[in-house]
């Protein structure tokens, strides 16, 4: 098989196995979320051209190793039968990952929502130094890691004290895991420079008086695992808006295209550029 | 705020979550409506999630009161 082919075939999600002519499929799974009738079609896929196990990914992700290099178009064609694509490798935007957002107790944001529409934007982009992982984290819990990530995003609450209501039983005081609140005797203090907009007190609250004002996002860059670990740094504590945030990751690989060098993360570029640099180019292209 | 009668009672100090939330929410299952229900759980995990999931749930917590490293939640069945 001549070297150019096995490029395209790595580009195209295909990985390379010891053995020769055997490779592993790895599929498009945005977010994890894989419907239970897309499974049995998996199954008899590995069966049929694998060897009867699938490797699940620490992306959320499913490959179907050991498949010769003959059938991967049948495979590929296989797959598209239930509505399952192939994935990426080498140095393009990775599937997203995603929390269960919406569906969990903690969720802040529709995170499988918002990592899916990510997906269908950002997935495959190619022409930028390296790899680049996105991924959609509910709550500031962090499930899905952020600070692992060239990009994570976080779902983060923004509230309001509605004084009349509260009844100064001091439980948000106790659920409050960085000290921004302060009850006494019939008076609260609250220092918003503290908040890390988790929600907790919204939630604990008994009496309803801190109220949920408006949903954002908490995005962190340049985190990364690998040889040489490194995690995310925050970059906007409260970014607003959906479009807003599409607009970010746009203009973020944009900035990553033309500053980074061949083969560097993007906390590479980062790091030797300057968050801030990044910071105010970003606030500088997006209204 | 005045002292209210409690209807029933449950000491769940030690219980992790989210039996203490399961113990409490199956207590009051077996109340009516409007009744009183006084439950004691621990600070940390406890305080954040019962108050919560019994708010998710539709009822209604009256009072709450610091008793050392415990909480009650006086608790009314809706």
């Not at chain 2, 209210?4 to 109340?31: H, Q, S, W």
Request: charged share 30%; glycine share 10%.
């Amino acid at each position: 098989m001549a070297e150019h082919d096995l490029n395209a075939l790595k580009s195209s999600g295909f990985m390379t196995q010891k053995e020769k002519d055997l490779f592993s499929v790895r599929l498009r799974i945005a977010g994890g979320y894989i419907k239970a009738e897309q499974l049995p079609k998996l199954a008899e896929i590995s069966k049929k051209f694998g060897r009867g196990h699938l490797h699940l990914t620490t992306r959320q992700g499913i490959e179907i190793p050991y498949v010769h290099f003959d059938n991967l178009e049948k495979v590929r064609n296989e797959l598209a039968e239930v509505g399952l694509k192939i994935g990426a490798c080498g140095p393009r935007v990775r599937t997203v990952t995603a929390c269960q957002g919406e569906a969990c107790s903690h969720g802040l944001i529709e995170a499988q929502h918002l990592g899916k529409k990510i997906d269908e934007i950002f997935f495959g982009r190619s022409g930028i130094p390296h790899k680049f992982k996105i991924c959609v984290t509910g709550c500031p819990n962090a499930c899905i890691k952020p600070v692992e990530n060239d990009f994570g995003i976080m779902g983060v609450v923004r509230k309001i004290f509605v004084k009349e209501k509260c009844n100064y039983c001091r439980l948000c005081q106790e659920v409050c895991p960085v000290g921004a609140i302060k009850v006494e005797e019939n008076e609260l203090h609250y220092d918003p420079s503290k908040c890390i907009f988790c929600g907790d007190c919204i939630f604990a609250c008994p009496s309803y008086a801190w109220e949920q004002e408006k949903v954002g996002y908490k995005i962190f860059v340049g985190g990364k695992m690998g040889k040489f670990p490194d995690l995310g740094r925050e970059v906007f504590s409260f970014w607003e808006g959906e479009e807003r945030l599409f607009q970010l990751i746009e203009k973020t690989l944009d900035f990553y295209k033309e500053a980074g060098k061949k083969g560097e993360r993007f906390g590479g570029t980062i790091g030797r550029i300057g968050l801030d640099n990044y910071k105010e180019k970003m606030e500088a292209a997006i209204a | 705020m005045s002292e209210m009668k409690a209807d029933e009672k449950l000491d769940l100090r030690g219980e992790i979550c989210p039996y203490n939330f399961v113990k409490t929410k199956l207590k009051l299952e077996e109340m009516e409506i409007g009744q009183i229900l006084e439950v004691v759980i621990d600070n940390g995990e406890p305080i954040k999630n019962v108050p919560r999931s019994l708010k998710e749930d539709g009822h209604q917590i009256l009072k709450v009161e610091r008793i050392e490293q415990y909480f009650k939640l006086v608790i009314k069945k809706s």
